[in-house]
């Protein structure tokens, strides 16, 4: 999944495996940042327009984990990710009707 703010052409990528905390995979402003969000594109991977998550997001050193304080608003992107492409998180089970 991919943070963006296209005013300032910023984009942040993350990783999260399901059971560690969400890592920065990428990130880059101007041309760096259109190549992420084509190769996001490309991947069917989706993407939230929230500039200042993107600005906070930003300042995180390549590889390292969100912080705990950005935690839920991480787990309102990876949820809106899952939504978006009709998938579930690793195991979930549906509560039954």
Avoid: H, W
Avoid at 54 to 59: K, M, S, T, V
């Amino acid at each position: 999944m991919s943070g963006i703010d296209q005013e300032s052409e910023l984009a942040v990528a993350l990783l999260y495996d399901g059971e560690n905390a969400p890592r920065i995979t990428a990130k880059g402003r101007g041309a760096v940042a259109r190549e992420i969000l084509e190769l996001a594109a490309e991947q069917r991977i989706p993407l939230e327009n929230d500039p200042e998550l993107a600005a906070i997001l930003a300042q995180i050193p390549l590889g390292d984990e969100i912080p705990e304080p950005l935690y839920r608003a991480i787990a309102e992107v990876i949820a809106f990710a899952y939504i978006v492409s009709g998938k579930c998180p690793p195991g979930f089970q549906a509560p039954e009707t």
